[in-house]
């Protein structure tokens, strides 16, 4: 059983940034593939980025490459989204998901585990 608490959510001009924090708790955090999702009123539910379990595989959308970081510190059991040159269309609720299955999923029906979601909120 993994259980994900997100932070670092809030209220950022565009441009600006943010960091997210995903704590998970348990033992077998590094056996993982942890990723980012998000979700905004109406609409589906999308990919953002994905971390190998030892961190040698980092995918992210197109939309968010080049100006979001994913990191995981498996010594602290916690996943980490840079936020950087943040737009309006980054307004969202983020969620982090652990799976065990594949290195790499940008499917959501994949992933078992998942946080409860944290806003982030892009005014221009």
């Known amino acids: 059983q993994v259980q994900l608490v997100e932070s670092g959510g809030g209220l950022v001009q565009a441009g600006g940034s943010l960091r997210l924090s995903c704590a998970a708790s348990?033992?077998?955090?590094?056996?993982?593939?942890m990723g980012w999702f998000r979700q905004a009123p109406g609409k589906e539910r999308d990919f953002v980025a994905a971390?190998?379990?030892?961190?040698?595989?980092?995918y992210y959308a197109d939309s968010v490459k080049g100006r979001f970081t994913i990191s995981r510190d498996n010594a602290k059991s916690t996943v980490y989204l840079q936020m950087n040159s943040l737009k309006p269309e980054d307004t969202a609720v983020y969620y982090c998901?652990?799976?065990?299955?594949?290195?790499?999923?940008?499917?959501?029906?994949?992933?078992?585990?998942w946080g409860q979601g944290t806003q982030v909120t892009v005014s221009s």
């Open positions: 998901a652990a799976q065990g299955r594949t290195d790499y999923s940008a499917d959501y029906s994949i992933y078992d585990y």
């Open positions: 971390i190998s379990w030892r961190g040698g595989s980092i």
């Open positions: 348990g033992r077998l955090f590094s056996s993982y593939t």
